[in-house]
C-alpha cells in the first residue's frame, strides 16, 4: 500500500528557509515520480517540483527555479524539498504525490497523473 506522509511545514519569515520532507512506503523511489504541490486560500492547486527515475531527474515550476530544491534519499525512502528565500506567496498547504512511471520516460507536474498523495503541511510566510 503506497502512503507518502508530509512534514516540516511551519511559519517563517519572508527571505527565510525550510524544508519539507515526505516520507513513502510502500514503492521503490527510483519506480516512480514524486511531486510536490501546493495550494494557497482561494486558489487552484498548483505543481512545485517533481523528482523520479533512476537517475532522480527533477523538474522546477517557473515560479520556484532557483529557490525551491527537490532531492531524494532513496535508503530512507524520503523526497525533500528544500526553500529557499521564501516568499508571502508560498505560502499554502504543501501536498507531496507519487505515480509510477517506470518504463514509461515520463515526468511532470500533471496532478491528474499523481495517483497517491499525502495530507499536506501548512507552510505560512508572514512578517
Known amino acids: 500500500q503506497v502512503q507518502l506522509v508530509e512534514s516540516g511545514g511551519g511559519l517563517v519569515q519572508p527571505g527565510g528557509s525550510l524544508r519539507l520532507s515526505c516520507a513513502v512506503s510502500?514503492?521503490?523511489?527510483?519506480?516512480?515520480?514524486v511531486g510536490w504541490f501546493r495550494q494557497a486560500p482561494g486558489k487552484e492547486r498548483e505543481g512545485v517540483s517533481c523528482i523520479g527515475g533512476s537517475d532522480g531527474t527533477t523538474y522546477y515550476a517557473d515560479s520556484v527555479k532557483g529557490r525551491f530544491t527537490i532531492s531524494r534519499d532513496n535508503a530512507k525512502n524520503t523526497v525533500y524539498l528544500q526553500m529557499n528565500s521564501l516568499k508571502f506567496e508560498d505560502t499554502a498547504v504543501y501536498y507531496c504525490a507519487a505515480t509510477l512511471i517506470y518504463g514509461t520516460g515520463w515526468l511532470g507536474l500533471e496532478e491528474f497523473e499523481y495517483d497517491d498523495w499525502g495530507q499536506g503541511t501548512q507552510v505560512t510566510v508572514s512578517s
Open positions: 510502500g514503492f521503490t523511489l527510483d519506480d516512480y515520480a
